[in-house]
Each structure stands twice: as structure tokens, then as C-alpha cells.
């Protein structure tokens, strides 16, 4: 899959050759504080390689990079919901620090939602935020996202708790009938 986000930038499925840039952008604290635990800190060779070779098995795929011209930038995915939840889907995503505040992010997330919801049967998409994390909760509302709520308390992350907030975009497309 690839998806053009404009100034060279895009989006596309993952490449064994993207270990190198893996590690040397997703090996940095400032990055890994507004992600969950399970993305490992220090970011080493090892996980790099695990990341690729799960993410290049994945059916559907759902996970990416977002790369330059030259090489993989940062990562974006859908985790699909089951069960009562099928029809959802939440969107995470993260950039290299050197490519921080270039509006980089927001088109990744624009793309991805207009992408998402034209793939799949799904009715909405959420994303869940560190209330420490304030550029992604920009990034999220320039997207159509709406804020939905705050979980006090929610999240532990390096020893601080943090609340958390929960942002959703409702496919547009979908007509819909609420019981209410």
C-alpha cells in the first residue's frame, strides 16, 4: 500500500531494508514518552526486526510507515476492533523527532482516516491520547477528530500518572439511525 501525503512524504507498507531508520528514529525517549509501554524503549535491532517481520505477515495490513523520499520516518496503524466493536478501529502514530511540528503527522492522519474508512466497513475510528502529549491532540482535532473525553488518571507512563483523552471521527459516509 502507498498513499502520497504531499512533499514527498508518504505513506507505505513496511520494508525489511527500513530497520536501519526504524532504529535510529524510534530509539528516543522523547518519542517513546507519548506511546504506549509495548513499544519498546531503548528500540533495539532485535525489535526492529520483530516489528518488520510481524508487520509484513499482517493480513489485513493495517500497520505502515511514513517515510521521506529517502527513508522510513515515523509509523502509523489501525488496531480493528472485534466483537460488539467491529465497526471501529483505533489509529496510532508516531515521528521521528526531527521531523516534529512540519505538519508531517496531520496528513499521515488525514490520509490514513480517508483510507481507513473507504476499506473497510467501519463507522468510526478513535484515538487515544497522553493529556502530556498536547501536539497530538492538535495533530487528532486538525484531522475532523472530536474530543470525546478524559479518563483521569488513566495512564502510568515513566513513573508519572497522566490522564487520558479519547478523540473519535465518525465515518461521514455512513448513514446512520442511533437508539438512544
Known amino acids: 500500500m502507498q498513499l502520497d501525503i504531499g512533499d514527498s ?21 522523547s518519542v517513546w514518552l507519548g506511546l504506549r509501554d509495548r513499544f519498546p524503549h531503548p528500540y533495539t535491532a532485535a525489535d526492529a526486526a520483530a516489528w518488520l517481520e510481524a508487520s509484513q ?16 520516518i515515523g509509523g502509523i496503524g489501525l488496531e480493528l476492533q472485534e466483537d460488539v466493536y467491529r465497526h471501529a478501529a483505533e489509529i496510532g502514530y508516531w515521528l521521528g523527532e526531527p521531523f516534529w511540528g512540519r505538519g508531517i503527522a496531520t496528513r499521515a492522519v488525514r490520509a490514513l482516516t480517508g483510507w481507513a474508512f473507504a476499506q473497510f466497513p467501519l463507522v468510526r475510528i478513535h484515538a487515544r491520547v497522553f493529556s502530556s502529549n498536547p501536539a497530538s491532540a492538535r495533530v ?21 500518572w497522566l490522564d487520558e483523552l479519547i478523540y473519535a471521527r465518525v465515518n461521514p459516509d455512513v448513514p446512520l439511525q442511533v437508539d438512544q
Open 140 to 160: 487528532l482535532e486538525k484531522c475532523g477528530y472530536e474530543a470525546e473525553g478524559r479518563c483521569r488518571l488513566a495512564v502510568r507512563k515513566d513513573g508519572r
Open 9 to 29: 512524504f508518504r505513506i507505505r507498507s513496511f520494508a525489511s531494508d527500513d530497520a536501519g531508520a526504524l532504529i535510529r528514529y524510534a530509539d528516543n525517549r
Open 57 to 72: 505477515r499482517q493480513e489485513p495490513e493495517t500497520r505502515f510507515a511514513i517515510a521521506s523520499a529517502k527513508e522510513l
